[in-house]
């Protein structure tokens, strides 16, 4: 996915944006999240796939430079980056997922039903000091 097809509602500075947010990115050393402006459930971060993309893993890791990590997020969906989809428990109640007790420890969530979408954010996030997330997509 290019650096363009990584988007945020906001990034703390320019050395925090959504690019910043690739587990692999973490090698790089200094500013090694995603980081919005202020720390708000109305934050997210998504990714922009060319093409209907099937996930079925989720990772997450923190930020080593800060000790900052997000304990929970929520992921929501799109066809067309206009309507969203948040993804939901078997009995149709919102599904949070467990994110980072820890800024290094990667925590991947396998999903009980795939999701098929062009469109991923993380939203609704918790967090730890403040809002600082790498993620990983996998189908």
Known sequence: ???????????????????????????????DT???SNSDPSEWIQVEFDDL??????????SLTFTEWIPSYEIHTSLDGVTWTTYMEPFGTTKVLTG????????ENVLNTPIRA?????????WQKRIAVCLELQG
């Not at 980072?100 to 925590?107: A, E, G, K, R, S």
């Not at 062009?118 to 918790?126: D, I, P």
């Open 53 to 62: 993309m099937t996930v079925q893993t989720v990772t997450t890791t923190g």
């Open 34 to 36: 995603w980081c919005p």
């Open 100 to 107: 980072n007790d820890d800024p290094d420890t990667p925590v």
């Open 1 to 31: 996915v290019p650096d363009s097809r990584m988007t945020a509602s906001s990034e703390h500075c320019q050395y925090h944006g959504a690019e910043r947010a690739r587990i692999d990115f973490r090698k790089t050393g200094n500013y």
């Open 118 to 126: 062009k469109y991923f954010r993380l939203a609704n996030m918790t």
